[in-house]
């Protein structure tokens, strides 16, 4: 078995980090977290992530905000980002792709249907 | 008399002394209770999720073969917060366990409890728990005394779901003075397509009320199981029925039911002609374009207005319908595709083809001087003044003549 993809958990409700690092451990990922913004871009850019999940509303930066930090620094404009959110509105939906992620969950989400997702991120050829 | 104060002094000193030592001693308990239920969880939580996430039959195997006294609360509270979080799978799991360890049945019993608060949160534990059996029980709670209790217990019916959850919510969309009936009516809409068919069957028994709140709740279910039922609707003898059905018609967006609508513009009833056209325009039937330029001439606005706005999403076809009553004889009408054309910008789209040439510039010209002759001037007037086009400000200037001089007072 080849070294485990990084994934990095940026969310700031602590059930719900808890809940996606458990699943995504289970899977055999090794997982990052950030309980806010800031922390979510440091990390991003120190440890660079083969797979960002984050949510939208989170203190200090919020997704959006996350979302266009990353993907304006050359360092970790390519890696993928799985936006995990509780705002189901077509709007937000919309601005979340249209600010460069490349997946959308809403939460409550179902949890193998989010590690699929997870899987074609981190390697489109598979899915 | 010293004596006595100073044993008074002293008795309260005592008894603030007392008070205090409660209070510092109940904090310090909770602390501790408090500090020992997070250290729990840091040890049972992984346990719990890996059982979620695993195909083990049992969660009794994941935490060591069932709970103690001491951490049921921590347990409970862990599967609570995650039964919410997740759908799918893991959801039905974290409910499995819910009930396998017990906490239905003592959720079941605090809902009979003497305490209202207690009984709403069972209710509302029961929903997170998913538990089908605990219907009956949230059946019942949805006649409790405390308003509170009621919409807990029915907001938990629409998460447990099944046919023994539906029928109750169903009978309480007919108690409006009991229930908030847009409260019900968005509960059983989340439930889906489950409640389609008790909705149908329970519809000839319900009062006035609660049924235009089932057509409402089956239009935005969006379900295509309702459809011949909504379409056999549209000849209800309540003319409110009528008119929600066709509006149902037209939010599922039902092509079929074109031909109905159509002949529900000339219903007697104005609502429901003006739910038929707004259905028409929502179903871009282009084949009811006759029969929306006739209802741009209703006498009720409402009417005229859908009518105009199904006009105009029918596409250019309904576009130059609407451009055809600029000319016609009925007033209303016409000033109906004036708004609806200047709304839509058709209006600023010719007023910039009068710059141009050919036939391009001549039907914009036919169009400009319908809307004059109509007296629709005031976007004109504006558009003579604003247009970034020296020649179209010319052309219009030329077209609407010298303002007119506004009566003077007496």
Redesign the interface.
Known sequence: MGVAKRILVAEDDP??R??VV??LE?RGYEVLVAENGEHALEAATLARPDLIVSDLVMPYRDGYEVLRAIRNDDRVKHTPVLILSMRDHEEDIVRGFEQGADDYVV???????FVSRVRKLLDPRRA | MQKALVATVLTIALVFLLLTLLIVLGKAWRELRDGRRRARRRVL??LV??Y???SSPSILSALGGGVGAGDRVVVETILL??V????????ERLCRALDELGYVDRFLDALSGPRWWRRAEAAENLGLAGSKRSAKALAEALSDPVSEVRLRAAKALGLVGGRAAVLPLVNALAEPNRWSTIRIADILTNMGREVVAELMDAFPKLNAHAKLAAVDILGRIHSLDAVPWLMSRLSDTEADVRARAAHALGAIGVVDAAPQLRRALNDAEWPVRAMAAKALGRIHDAEAIPELCAALRDREWWVRANAAEALKLAGPMGIDALEGMLADADLYAKHQACLMLEDAGILDRHVAQLAGSGAVRTTAEAVVTRFIQAGQVSRLRELAATHSELSVRSELDRLLGPPVPAPEAP
């Not at chain 1, 939460?107 to 249907?113: G, I, L, V």
């Open positions: 059930v719900t808890r809940f458990s699943l289970e939460k409550p989400f179902n949890a193998r249907e | 939580e992984p999720l890996k979620a996430h695993g917060d995650h919410s979080r997740v759908r799918g799978v893991e959801h």
